[in-house]
């Protein structure tokens, strides 16, 4: 899907998604003039753009999983003071499916005893999703951290034992366990340990905002604060945290943004 507006000979704006719909992500493409910085604002949130070449910036805008459909206001600034721009993103409803498993109760209704825990995780990922690198870290196209295809879906309603709890914020590759997981792009290790929902979890910020969460691994192949490529081994498919059976759960947040990876791959993955 391809809108856009040109405001004047100064300023344009075109926007790219598979669809205008909650959990989508819309790569923004600013035309200025050379040498012209922009900023861009949507959903009430700063977005950090980066230049493409002189004349042109790109500015990822998440949809976030739980957005009500309507009518949100995207604005570009030029940094002249002269020049901007408003672009109109018109939400559409999307249904979800729902799902009922059948877990350890502890993931359900935790112990006492692990209450602590969760909020002590819960704070830590708040903390690091909000101190993403100023500048890109991801290098080239984003990449499938596994081969297999996803098996559950983005958004899916879950019921764990009978109970309502959060919707489903990633994609689950039914890999079987052991297999390599990937980075899917360039980036730091900002979380590398065991959690008690995901498991064993690695956090990927690959800037700007952008984040990858792959979760329920069994083993690890890199620390908390190490440097990654695209494609390199960062663990292995397991077992661990809530789960029924070993898979991968890749999520991505994009400026706070729950998006579905596969929209994600769709916009800035490679080529066929």
């Known amino acids: 899907m391809l809108g856009y507006l040109l405001l004047s000979a100064a300023l344009g704006v075109s926007a ?161 366990a052991g297999v390599s997981i990937r980075a899917p792009n360039a980036g730091r290790v900002v979380i590398a340990r065991d959690l008690y929902f995901s498991g064993n979890t690695v956090v990927i910020d690959h800037g700007l905002g952008v984040f990858s969460t792959l979760a329920h691994m069994s083993a690890f192949d890199v620390r908390e604060g190490d440097r990654v490529t695209a494609g390199q081994i960062v663990g292995r498919v397991g077992a661990t945290g809530r789960v029924t059976g070993p898979h991968l759960h890749w999520a991505v947040r994009v400026n706070g943004a729950r998006v579905d990876p596969l929209s994600l791959l769709a916009l800035l993955g490679e080529k066929p």
Request: glycine letters at 4%; aromatic letters at 8%.
């Open 16 to 176: 790219e998604s598979r669809s205008l719909q909650p959990g989508e992500l819309v790569v923004l493409t600013i035309e200025a003039p050379s040498e012209t910085k922009v900023r861009v604002r949507a959903f009430e949130r700063e977005v950090t753009p980066f230049p493409v070449d002189k004349r042109h910036w790109r500015a990822l805008i998440g949809i976030d999983l739980a957005t009500t459909p309507g009518s949100y206001t995207v604005r570009v600034d030029a940094d002249t003071g002269r020049e901007h721009t408003v672009y109109t993103l018109v939400v559409k409803p999307r249904k979800f499916p729902t799902r009922r498993l059948s877990v350890d109760p502890d993931f359900v209704t935790p112990p006492a005893s692990a209450l602590d825990r969760i909020n002590r995780e819960t704070a830590l990922l708040n903390e690091v999703f909000a101190d993403s690198s100023p500048t890109r870290l991801w290098e080239s196209a984003f990449v499938r951290p596994v081969p297999d295809p996803a098996n559950s879906a983005f958004g899916t309603r879950s019921i764990f034992n009978g109970t309502p709890r959060n919707a489903h914020s990633g994609a689950d590759f039914l890999s079987r």
